[in-house]
């Protein structure tokens, strides 16, 4: 049964950096890739990112490139998003994804099975 649990959510300023994790378990990590999405209240979900089992990003979002990266670790089974020079309109409810493929789609961000979620909160 796969198993997201995400954490580091929070209240940063304006320019400020967050790292979320996203502990996994429950399946063969290694072998799926692994994504982002976020959802604001009011506002449809929006994916961000994807790393593949071979550590090849995708981005979906125009508004997060140059300042989120991707990133995961094999031994511990976990994801990572950095987030860099944050903005206002970056507040949503966070989450990680996993499709159990081992590619990222070019059109969505994996959306399958996903966590419980953490806030992310961007104000002076």
């Known amino acids: 049964q796969v198993q997201l649990v995400e954490s580091g959510g929070g209240t940063v300023q304006p320019g400020g950096s967050l790292r979320l994790s996203c502990a996994t378990s429950?399946?063969?990590?290694?072998?799926?890739?692994m994504g982002w999405f976020r959802q604001a209240p009011g506002k449809e979900r929006e994916g961000l990112l994807c790393?593949?089992?071979?550590?090849?990003?995708?981005y979906y979002s125009d508004s997060v490139k140059g300042r989120f990266t991707i990133a995961r670790d094999k031994v511990n089974n976990m994801v990572y998003l950095q987030m860099d020079y944050m903005k206002p309109e970056d507040t949503a409810y966070y989450y990680c994804?996993?499709?159990?493929?081992?590619?990222?789609?070019?059109?969505?961000?994996?959306?399958?099975?996903w966590g419980q979620g953490v806030q992310v909160t961007v104000s002076p």
């Open positions: 994804a996993t499709d159990l493929v081992p590619h990222c789609y070019e059109d969505h961000a994996p959306r399958g099975s």
């Open positions: 790393i593949s089992s071979t550590y090849e990003p995708t």
């Open positions: 429950g399946f063969t990590f290694a072998f799926y890739a």
